[in-house]
């Protein structure tokens, strides 16, 4: 059974930072194509930074310079480091994970997926 957790969604102030935390079990840690997605009430779910097997990572416009993406294979954790935050940062944060991804900002690739994490910023 596979299950992928999130973490650290919080409420901060424009400019704050925020570490969002992922675990996922029941595949082989190592083989795992990750993701961050988020989507803001009235919005599409937006994909804003993946990372593959090889460590390549992908960033949203968006987000490029502000939020880096990381896996710790020794926690068997995905985290994804906000800083700079914008009240248009503001969303439902979830964690996506699989074997194999194309397209590694496009949700409907991936197969399991957390609950989701709120972030809220305010200006």
């Known amino acids: 059974q596979v299950q992928v957790v999130e973490s650290g969604g919080d409420s901060v102030q424009a400019g704050g930072s925020l570490r969002l935390s992922c675990a996922a079990s029941g595949l082989p840690y190592s083989s795992l194509y990750m993701g961050w997605f988020r989507q803001a009430p009235g919005k599409e779910r937006e994909g804003v930074a993946s990372i593959a097997i090889d460590g390549t990572r992908e960033y949203a416009d968006s987000v490029k310079g502000r939020f880096t993406i990381s896996k710790d294979s020794g926690k068997r954790t995905l985290a994804l480091q906000m800083n700079d935050l914008k009240p248009e940062d503001s969303a439902m944060y979830s964690c996506?994970?699989?074997?194999?991804?194309?397209?590694?900002?496009?949700?409907?690739?991936?197969?399991?997926w957390g609950q989701g994490t709120q972030v809220t910023v305010s200006s």
């Open positions: 996506a994970a699989d074997t194999w991804v194309r397209w590694g900002l496009k949700g409907d690739e991936y197969r399991f």
